[in-house]
């Protein structure tokens, strides 16, 4: 794992984003959104990921409109919240619902995307025969017109909220990418595709094999040094292609941005599920083709995975790759959502952990969002929906402990074991059978039940007999030589010294209690009974002090 770092800021201190994204449609209206704030700050929110699309911040070409703006941030200050904008601009999806009328009424100023050479508008005969439109990375005008009023926009931010800092960060764009094909097919695509890869990128790439994913690794290994797409990247080319056109794209929008503000900026990204390019957004950011963005976009901070497949820990990792902070915007709501919380900050020391649409948490999913969380799958947890006092408490921990955790992210003072994972080694994603789910390919791995700090450790038990519940987590953090906080749930704790020359070990105290305000406030002193076991059946946080010796 190479990068364990938050990127946002408060009064210059780190800030773990412990936020929710909000449905698409709820920030254009403050009014709805007052019910919306209330749930997030039950659920122990600090940071909501809010939509700002491009049609109702331009209206008019020309005419800016910046009242929702501040309204939003208003409201997130009157909570004493942050906010994560996000700028639905060119792409929302891979389409571009989010244009306003001017931009998608001209076709011939903003061009659409030719999947199918000379059509504007195509069946996705793979995709339920879904018709499919979207703006075209080649739009040279459109590309204009996106920075034109992201910059205003960024002007705007500026103007209302560098002093307070509400604002923390920025999504360019949302889940970028091509349907269809995985290139476009106009005469001007063809030509573009037709002409040698710029030689920077291909250098580039060249010297950077060693983080690539396998397909991508083999192709530019094998591919020229120098020529056309198909010369340099053969079998990916058109994807390579794609990925380079929309990588710049969205840099020269978040580059204007940053010119006039500079705030954190981030891609979020529709993950390939193995597909072929076009099935998935072609172009976006997968972890396949993030080395390309990584040269073609520099102004981008964070390449941030939208997660709803079940090998949720699989895909941090990927995204772990390049020095990427991890920033989750989007997750599922289902019953692991805390238990992966608590482990993306121990675990990856995580930037910003996100639900999706986390109004609807604790309640049944409808068919739709059974089948985006992964409902077809054989864990029965995936298809619960996450208790949302658990959630809040969970969520508030994090929180009140953040400076004690951001203090230790990027250190061994800080790690967390996780029941879901604890079961699984790392799998060939490529190998899953989406039908049979996750059965079938677990292991058991101990690397994965233990954590070290130094020379003492902690051994986690989960899924026995005695605690039921298959959602264990324990997070722990290391305050200092011998003390420890323990985070858990569902889960029994064995602590052990391996040092050679101590290798007893007393608890000197065990105390029960919680953070506030980032100090400890000690509840019960635990003995006797109480600390003979470690134990966590619900959720709660420990304070220990151990002594070794010989
Ligand atoms: C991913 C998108 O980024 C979100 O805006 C939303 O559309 C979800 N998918 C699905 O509801």
Redesign the pocket.
């Known amino acids: 794992m190479s990068s364990q770092r938050t990127i946002y800021t408060n009064n210059g201190k780190p800030w773990i984003a412990i936020a929710g994204e909000v449905h ?1 449609s709820n920030s254009s209206d403050p009014a709805y959104m007052e019910g919306v704030w209330e749930q997030a700050q039950k659920l122990g929110m600090n940071t909501l990921l809010l939509p700002m699309s491009w049609e109702l911040v331009e209206p008019e070409e020309g005419r800016f409109e910046f009242g929702l703006t501040d309204k939003l941030v208003a409201q997130a200050r009157e909570r004493g919240m942050k906010i994560v904008f996000l700028w639905f601009g060119t792409w ?2 891979a389409g571009c619902m989010y244009a306003p009328e001017w931009v998608k009424k001209d076709l011939a100023r903003f061009p659409r995307a030719q999947v199918v050479k000379g059509k504007n508008k195509t069946t996705l005969e793979k995709f339920y025969g879904m018709s499919y439109t979207t703006l075209s990375y080649m739009g040279e005008e459109t590309n204009r017109a996106d920075t034109k009023a992201f910059t205003e926009w960024m002007k705007h931010l500026k103007e209302v909220d560098e002093k307070e800092h509400t604002v923390i960060g920025i999504q360019v764009e ?2 970028t990418g091509l349907q269809g094909e995985a290139r476009e097919h106009s005469d001007e695509a063809d030509a573009a595709f037709a002409e040698a890869v710029p030689q920077g990128l291909v250098d580039y790439l060249k010297a950077h094999t060693d983080s690539m994913e396998p397909e991508m690794k083999a192709a530019v290994e094998k591919g020229a040094s120098a020529g056309t797409w198909d010369e340099v990247f053969g079998p990916v080319a058109e994807e390579a292609f794609s990925a380079y056109k929309i990588a710049s794209y969205v840099e020269r929008v978040a580059a204007a941005g940053k010119a006039v503000y500079e705030l954190p900026m981030s891609v ?1 990204c ?1 993950l390939d599920k193995g597909d072929a390019a076009g099935i998935y957004p072609s172009g976006g950011p997968v972890a396949k083709v993030m080395e390309i963005w990584k040269y073609a976009a520099p102004s981008i901070d964070v390449f941030a995975p ?1 997660i709803y497949v079940p090998y949720f820990h699989q895909i941090c990792d990927q995204y772990m790759k390049m020095d990427n902070p991890l920033v989750i915007p ?1 997750t599922a709501v289902h019953s692991y959502a805390a238990p992966r919380m608590v482990y993306c900050v121990g675990h990856y020391h995580a930037a910003c952990f996100a639900p ?2 986390f109004e609807d948490m604790g309640q049944p999913f409808n068919a739709v969002q059974g089948y ?1 969380f992964g409902m077809d799958v054989t864990d029965p947890l995936l298809q619960t929906p996450q208790d949302v006092e658990e959630y809040g408490w969970c969520a508030r921990t994090l929180h009140s402990m953040m400076d004690l955790l951001a203090s230790k992210y990027g250190t061994k003072d800080l790690q967390a074991v996780i029941s879901e994972k604890m079961d699984m080694t790392p799998m060939d994603m490529s190998a899953m059978d989406p039908a049979k789910g996750l059965a079938g390919m677990m292991k058991s791995n101990p690397e994965n039940d233990t954590m070290m700090f130094g020379t003492f450790g902690f051994k986690v038990i989960m899924n026995m007999p005695m605690i039921p519940r298959k959602d264990g987590v324990c997070l722990v953090v290391r305050e200092s030589e011998d003390t420890y906080y323990i985070l858990g749930n569902a889960c029994m704790i064995a602590p052990f010294s391996a040092d050679p020359a101590k290798p007893n070990y007393d608890i000197i105290s065990l105390e029960e209690g919680c953070f506030e305000n980032g100090e400890w406030k000690a509840g019960r002193r635990l003995n006797g009974d109480e600390s003979a076991r470690l134990t966590f059946d619900e959720y709660g946080i420990l304070k220990l002090k151990v002594f070794t010796y010989e």
């Open positions: 698409n929302k999806n949302n889940e979020n529709w939208d989007e999706f649409g985006l």
